[in-house]
């Protein structure tokens, strides 16, 4: 998870402090169509270029591949600890799109969120 990656990372502690605030912003307004680079920057007080360039250099994506990237990670997290169904998830993780949401899985993960549910659920 990327949280704990970045807690390990070997950045200084402001950068620390950018990557989880971005983050936690992402993450408090998860649910959040509108939640793009524009939203990030009103947020955390800083210009386009500074938003960009930071989270380039630290995290080698760019703000929207940035967002995509937390979003996707929380719907492979819903879909192995809850019963919620694929289009629940999908709304609560900000996608408004089915068909970009399955593509943008399936490119992150290689499989269907069905496939990664039926692969990653802990059978009781």
Known sequence: DLTSRIAEEELADSDKRFLNRIVQIIEENMDNTELDAAFLEEKLLV?????YRKLKALSDMAPSEFI????????????VSTQLTVSE??????????S???????????????EYR???RIHA
């Open 118 to 120: 039926d692969q990653h």
């Open 47 to 51: 210009s386009k270029m500074q938003l």
């Open 89 to 98: 998830i999908f709304y609560k993780t900000g996608f408004n799109n089915k």
């Open 68 to 79: 995509r990237h937390i979003r996707l990670q929380r719907a492979g997290v819903l879909l």
């Open 100 to 114: 970009y949401f399955f593509k943008e899985f399936r490119k992150r993960y290689q499989c269907s969120p069905k």
